[in-house]
């Protein structure tokens, strides 16, 4: 934290607007000029202010004043949480059955007075920030949801911690809108913005991805296994990198395209896999047809059988997997697993030996 208030009072001079936020995941920086006596909200904290300076608080009670006409004032009010709200904003209360105007709420005042007058300070303030994505057939919408605690200003997003943020190329950042990546570290540039305290979402790209959708299956395989669902897979390559974040997945059923899964995904700098969980059409059986153990290795001769359409990836467990025999589409094969693709096999046989406990 401290490294940001020190990077700020070197890049002050760029700055040609009042106010600057940046907002982290879960909070915000302010930097803005203050005048001595400023008032500032009781939840922002001060991290420096460019002279000598201190913080006074002042809390004010609550006063109120007898209405005589409690009839003519109540008939065009509006009741909220037991207190009476007319049509020019002025509330009223109900003390030991009599009614009273509010004259001055309860209230806490912050000022931050100051050897001279303006001053850049800077502050943390409530903030976060939500990447949220749609991914339909083969389009990705990139949305972001941020809020501050501030009604307006110079909004830079920063998606990573902010050890190494204040050593980036300040000029540029400042006053481009776009997207840096400094030591593994993402910035978005987004300019001058209103209503930041209304949780603003915005739509930030829209790119093409390769897509592939397919059911998963996983066996350790000197196990037999009765009928199981199998695991929904979606398969993303971009050649953008896509932040972590909510998605929200279209999927095909009963011919009409329709959001049926949101989940969350991790950084993705090329390409993931997506899991949905259990299938409602797809299914599994793995039956052993024989083990045969000999010295240290055993081998198995076993059918897996599917029920449903469309692409199998399958990964079958096990240690030292050698001499492996199969009617499947060998893709990968290790040491300690293989994994086939099936497309529309209703039986796959597969036959290997291993390691044995």
């Not at 002279?51 to 007898?66: D, I, M």
């Not at 979606?234 to 959001?259: A, N, T």
């Not at 079958?316 to 040491?335: D, F, H, S, Y």
Request: proline share 3%.
């Amino acid at each position: 934290m401290k490294k940001i208030f020190l990077w700020f009072f070197f890049v002050l001079p760029l700055f040609l607007f009042s106010e600057v936020v940046l907002i982290y995941p879960n909070y915000g920086v302010l930097v803005k000029q203050i005048k001595n006596g400023e008032v500032i909200p009781s939840t922002w904290e001060v991290l420096g202010v460019e002279s000598s300076w201190y913080v006074k608080t002042y809390e004010y009670v609550e006063k109120v004043k007898l209405v005589e006409d409690e009839d003519f004032v109540l008939k065009d009010c509006e009741l909220r949480d037991g207190i009476f709200i007319s049509k020019d904003g002025k509330k009223y209360k109900f003390i030991n059955d009599r009614l009273f105007e509010i004259v001055q709420e309860n209230n806490e005042i912050r000022r931050i007075f100051i050897d001279s007058s303006p001053s850049t300070a800077t502050f943390t303030i409530d903030g976060g920030f939500q990447f949220f994505y749609i991914l339909k057939e083969n389009e990705m919408y990139q949305f972001l949801k941020l809020y501050a605690d501030i009604e307006e200003g110079f909004v830079i997003v920063v998606s990573e911690p902010e050890s190494s943020y204040y050593t980036t190329s300040t000029r540029a950042m400042l006053y481009e809108k776009e997207v840096y990546n400094m030591q593994g570290k993402k910035i978005f540039t987004l300019g001058n913005m209103k209503d930041l305290k209304n949780r603003k979402t915005i739509l930030m790209d829209k790119f093409s991805v390769e897509r592939k959708d397919y059911n998963y299956v996983s066996i350790n395989g000197y196990n037999s296994v009765d009928w199981q669902p199998c695991q929904r897979v979606v398969y993303v390559k971009s050649q953008k990198q896509i932040p972590s974040g909510q998605v929200q997945i279209w999927s095909s059923l009963s011919g009409k395209e329709v959001p049926i899964d949101t989940t969350i995904i991790k950084d993705v700098d090329e390409e993931t896999e997506i899991f949905l969980g259990p299938s409602w059409e797809n299914w599994y059986k793995w039956s052993i047809d024989s083990s045969v153990a000999f010295a240290n290795r055993r081998k198995i001769s076993a059918t897996l059988y599917l029920k449903g359409r469309g692409e199998y990836k399958i990964r079958i467990n096990g240690r030292n997997i050698n001499n492996l025999k199969t009617n499947a589409e060998v893709v990968e094969k290790k040491q300690d697993y293989v994994i086939l693709l099936s497309h529309n096999t209703q039986t796959i046989h597969i036959e290997y030996d291993e390691d044995r406990d």
